[in-house]
C-alpha cells in the first residue's frame, strides 16, 4: 500500500471529524472537548480550549453568536447544549496562566485599518505571526461598537484588560481619519493592508467593496477586508473574528507569494462528515439559569455540559469485538497496517491485528463510508506473506488442513454409478464432511434421486484457508485443482453445501455455474422421515460469507419452515449477519478473540440457533450454545440422536478421520469398492485430554507419528513415578511431545503439547 | 547469551535407552532468525533433550510468538 492508497482508504473512516458544533463554528472552537471538561468541572482546561482557537476568549467568550448551538445534535433531543452560557461561565472564571511563545519578528510591515472587532483580530493573528503592524483608527480608543455592549454582558474593565494583549505584542496605533485617496500610500508603505468594514475608516476606503469568499481579498494588490454585516444588516462578533483571521492569512499568503486559496476548503463552517448515532439517545432537557441574565452558576454549568452526546461515530466498534479489542478505530488500523508494511528491522506489532480480523464484512455494512476493513486485511497478509513475514503459527494448521483435503485422504471426483456424465456435482466442501459425514452420503444420495441422476460427486477443499491467510500460491493451486477437476467432471453445475465454498467460487471461478445445495433442496420434496420438530422456535444464524447471497438465506428459511421450525430472526441476520469466529481463519490466529466473537453471537438470543454452515454449528456449539444445522433435521437417522442441538462438537482430529472415513465409506457404499480396512493402532484418550489435544491443534496422526518414531528409534524417556513413557518428534516446523504408555491394542495418551523451536542440540 | 529458563533439576524422567537420570545443560534452542541457549534436562550419556510442558507453553511459546514477529 502506497501513501496516496493510504490516504484514500482512511477518507473512509470518519472517526477523527469534526464533530457538528464544531464544524458549525467559523473559528472551529473545540466545543466537544471543552463541553466535556466543563461536565468534568475542569475549568482551567476549559479556559485553556477556547484560548486555544478563540481570539480575544474574554470578550468572544462573552458575546459570541453561538452558531454551533443550532447545528448541535441535542437540538431535536431537549435542545442544543447551550455553548453561550457555558462559554460565558467559563471565561467569568479566574484565567489560568497560559504560556505564550511569540514568533520570530518579521521584517514585513501590515496595515490594518478600523478599530472594530474584525480589524482586531486581524491585527491579533498578524502580531502572532510576528509581522510589524499599523492600525489606522480615527476613534479614540480601540474596540468600536465593542464599547456599546452592556457592562452586565460584557464589562468594561475586561473589555480593556483583553485588548491589552495587543499593546504587549507591540502594535502601532496611528489615529487618523482616512479616505480612498490615501490607499495607494499606504500600499506603498505595507506589504498588505486590511480593512476593517466593521469601522468608518475601513468601510470608507472600500467603498463598498465586497471581499471575495474565501480569502477576503478586496481585489489583487493585496488589499483585503472583512467584518461587515451580514445579509440582514447584522454583525456577528464570531463571523466579524473569523473573518478578520482569515483575512490575515491571506495577508501573510500574499506576502510569502504562495497562493491564497490552496488547502482552504474548510476554514469557516462547513457540513461534517461525521456519523453520530442518536437512535438510542434519550431526550434531556436544557438546564435553565436559575439566577436569569447572570447566567449559569458553576453547577449548573456543569449539569449542561453533562448533556452533551461527546458525537463520535464507532459505529463499526459496535457491532465487532474484533475492531474494539485494538483500542482504536479503521482509520487508525489503516495507519498501523502502512507502518506494519513499512518495517525493515523491528517488530511488526500490527500482525496480530491484521491476521484477527474475520473479513466477515459486517463493519463495511454498518459504516456509514463503507470503510473495507477486511480487504486492508486480507491485502496487508498477502504482503506478509509474499515478503516472508506472516508469522508462520497463524494460518499454518489450517493450511496442512487444507492440504490433507486436498490429498488422496479426501479429495474424490466421480460421477454418479453407472453413469458417464454429470450434469450436476455434489460439492459438500471439507467442514460439513468433517462435522458429518452420514450427512454427505444421505445428501449424496438425496439428490441423486431427487434432483437429477447424474449429479456427480465432488471431494476436495475450495481453497478459502488459502485465501484468509493470504496465501496467494497456495490459492491459486488449490484454485487450479477444483478447475481441473471440475473439468475433468465435464463441467457440471455445482451443488455447494457451504456458503464459503459458494464465495471462493464467486470469487475465483465466476466462469463455473454454482447453485447452494438448500435453493436445491428446496425445489425438492423433502425426504419423509424428515424430522419435523413442529412448534419448535430457533434463532436462525446466517454464516457471514451469505452475507451478500438474499436467495441463499430464503431457501434457508423455507426449509426450515417447511420442516415446522418457527423461526426467529437474531438482531444481527441476513447481511448484517456476524462471523461464528472462524471466519478469516480468526480462530487460528488468535483464540481468544474469536471466543469473544462468539460470545457475543451466543448471547443474542436464548433459544436454541439454527446453522446451516457445518463450521458455524461447531462453532456455536463449541461456545456451548446449543445449535443444530439444518441437515439434522431432514437427515435425522444415524448418530444424529433425538436431540440435535445436543450433538457435541467434533474435535479437529474427528474431523479430519471423518473426511478420510466419507471417502472410504463413499467408495464402498455407493462405488462398491470396499478399501483395505486400515491397521491403525487405537488411541486410548479421555475427553479432557482429547479437549487439549484439540486447543493444542495436535491430531491423532501427530501423535500416531511420535509414537512410531519412539518406538523405532528407541528414544524416549521413562517416568520413574508412573512408568510413562515421554517422547517428541519434530514432522514439520512443531515438535510434538506425547506422554504414553502401551495398552492391549495400541497406546494410553496421557498428554500431548507441541512447541516451534527447535533443539539443536546438547552441550551448546 | 545463555538464558535460565528457572527449570529445577529433573528427577521424574529417564533416557531409556542409556538408562541414565536427566542432567541440566546447555542446550541451543532456534526459531526463525533467533538462537538461544538455554539450560534444560539432558540425558548425559546420549544427549536427548527434554522440554518440560510448562517451558514449551510457557517461555518457549513467548518467544516464539517475538520472534515470529520480528
Redesign the interface.
Known sequence: MDQKTLRQVEKHCIQEEAPACRSACPLHVDARTFVLQVGKGRWNDAWKTLNKTLPFPGILGRICDHPCEDSCLRSTLGGGIRMGELERTCVNQPKPRIRVIPMPKKSERMAVVGEGLSSLVAALELLRKGYDVTLFSSQDKLGGSLWEVPDTTLPKDILEQELGILGTLGLKVENKKMGQGLLVPLLEEFSAVYLGLDSPNGARMAQGGKPSDKTFALGNDGVFGGGACDDHGRLSPVNQAFQGRAAALSMERFTQKVGLVEGRQDEGPYPTRLFTNIEDIEPLPEVLPGNGEKGYTIDEARAEAQRCIQCQCLECLKVCPYLDYFKGYPKRYAREIYNNAAIVM????A??MVNTCSLCGLCQEICPENFPMADLCLDARRDLVERKKM????HEFALQDMAFSNSESFMLARHAPDKETSRFAFFPGCQLSGSNPEHVIQTYSFLRNNWAEDTGLMLQCCAAPAHWSGNEAKTREAISLLEENWQKMGEPRMILACSSCLDMFRRYLPNIDVISLWQVMDQCELPVDAAKPVGTTMAIHDPCTSRHEPQLQDAARSLAVKLGICIEELEFSREKTECCGFGGLMENANPTLAEKQLERRTAESDLDYLAYCAMCRESLKGAGKRTAHLLDFIFPQGSVGPDPAARVKTGLSDSRENRARLKRDLLDQVWNQAAEAGTESMLHISPEVQAKLDQRRILHSDIRETIAHAEET????????SGH??A?HRPFMV?F?VEYSLAENGYHIY?S???????????? | MITNLGIEENKEWKCLSCDALLKLDKVRIDYMNGSFTVELPCCPECGMVLVPEEIALGKMLEVEKLLEDK
Do not use: D, V
Open positions: 523491528g517488530n511488526h506489532a500482525n496480530l508469522p508462520p503459527s497463524a528407541g528414544r524416549k524417556m521413562e517416568s520413574r513415578e513413557f515421554l517428541s515438535t511431545w498428554n503439547y507441541c512447541h516451534r523451536m527447535q533443539i539443536m542440540g546438547g552441550n551448546a
